[in-house]
């Protein structure tokens, strides 16, 4: 059976890792923590191809304990009792060293079932999620746990991983290299700081490289076509997937075209367009609202269209839809009203109606004031009178304040100008 390239260079010692300077580093947390040789209860958290097995077989490697491994996506209860079991024979007199890769696709009970083995040390728990763990694993596993997030590697490491990659496997398949300019970098910037997928890319690039007696020849072109849209890092029902659309909206918020173009682009990439048409929609409501009540009309017309159109065309309407929303001025107004009168009846329930609001035109005989003695605006001038229409107890409350922007403000004005005549 053939091991991947990926598996055959993985590296050996930390030193050897590429990336997490900030974990590994020297005098760095994690690699302070491993060099002590007291290993306590971990949860390694990040996206795939980061690093997080190889740091947990580096630090089994270099323990007595027995080290066992599961992945959340097959292991069973009884493979876990399995483990705890050999915690108690000869070969786990030491201790065992469970990894247990996706744990987050474990039950709750399947969890529970470890906790008194690592609360009392027979099993040391090294566990690596995708997910964030805090929404994923069960609280008391995260509680006996120290909890380090790897970070996507960055481009200047990955090429030192892909050119002994592609130095490794020349060696294997005994040819000289002649790489032509920009591949390396092609294929670091493609992977999405995911070293696994730049070495399984390093791999297919040697595969279908041209060979010329005993020089293998690998071409930008061909690199090109094997790492295209390699650098899609995307699950719609994962952290990514909520981190986009969170980027997206603050960037909007923020009035930068440029990035909310590009997150835009991403969801579209991933071919999501439902998610961000129902983004879109929401910002134009929360975050442009009444500084221009218009862009919602417009915003509705272009997600219609791009669902109508579908993809490729459905690129052009959202990509209007995301730089007019960008560019418009902003009010949040409307939804702080929203939000302060929902706090009022969170404290105070239902507070009851005026008489003269009630849809009742006769009093029984509890009433103290007969009739209903409501006043009818549109027979006064300028369609206004003033009258109560709060509930008493929360009749002075001020809910919504005009926002500073030429819409708001010329409403204001003219609210102001009929208002203060009595």
């Known amino acids: 059976m053939s091991v991947p390239l990926a598996e055959r260079i993985r590296p050996e010692t930390l030193d050897d890792v590429v990336g997490q300077r900030a974990l590994l580093g020297p005098g760095m947390p994690l ?11 971990m949860i390694f958290y990040g996206p795939s191809g980061v690093g997080k097995t190889t740091v947990a077989r580096i630090i089994a490697e270099n323990t007595n304990m027995l080290m066992r491994k599961l992945n959340g996506t097959s292991a069973s209860t009884a493979d876990i009792k399995e483990v705890i079991a ?25 969890q529970q079932s470890l906790l008194e083995y690592i609360e009392n040390g027979s099993v040391t728990l090294i566990s690596s999620t995708t997910e964030n763990p805090y929404f994923y694993v069960y609280n008391a596993i995260i509680s006996r746990s120290t909890v380090f997030e790897f970070k996507p590697v960055e481009v200047s490491d990955i090429v030192f991983a892909i050119k002994r990659a592609f130095e490794l496997e020349a060696k294997r398949l005994g040819g000289k290299l002649d ?20 070495i399984n890319t390093v791999e297919l690039c040697m595969l279908t490289a041209e060979r010329e007696n005993d020089l293998l020849r690998v071409s930008l072109e061909n690199a090109s076509k094997l790492s295209q849209r390699s650098n899609m890092r995307y699950d719609r029902a994962g952290d990514e997937h909520y981190d986009i659309l969170s980027a997206l909206q603050k960037s909007i918020r923020g009035s930068d075209e440029n990035a909310a173009i590009h997150y835009a682009a991403r969801l579209i990439e991933a071919g999501d367009i439902i998610s961000l048409c129902r983004r879109l929609l929401v910002i134009a409501a929360e975050d442009i609202g009444l500084a221009y ?10 997600v219609d269209s791009a669902i109508q159109l579908g993809l490729p065309e459905a690129q052009i309407p959202l990509a ?3 730089i007019l929303l960008a560019t418009s001025p902003k009010s949040n107004s409307a939804n702080e009203a929203v939000q302060a009168a929902l706090a009022d009846l ?8 005026p008489r003269h609001l009630q849809n009742k035109h006769f009093d ?3 009433a103290t004031v007969r009739g209903q003695h409501y006043l009818y605006p549109h027979s006064f001038e300028n369609h206004w009178v003033e009258q109560q229409y709060l509930p008493d107890e929360l009749k002075d409350r001020v809910y919504y304040h005009f926002g500073e922007n030429k819409n708001e403000q010329a409403a204001k004005a003219y609210w102001e100008k009929i208002k203060g005549k009595k």
Do not use: T
């Open 31 to 41: 690699r302070r923590i491993i060099e002590s040789g007291s290993i306590p209860n």
């Open 86 to 110: 050999e915690s108690n024979s000869l070969f786990g007199y030491n201790g065992v060293l469970l990894y247990l890769d996706e744990i987050q696709y474990l039950n709750k009970k399947q």
């Open 179 to 198: 790489i032509e300019n920009g591949v390396v970098e092609k294929i670091a910037h493609g992977c999405g700081g995911d070293v696994r997928k730049s």
């Open 293 to 302: 009540p218009q862009a919602i009309a417009i915003v509705k017309a272009c």
């Open 320 to 322: 209007e839809a995301v």
């Open 346 to 353: 969170k404290e105070h329930g239902g507070a009851g109606f």
């Open 364 to 366: 029984g005989e509890e």
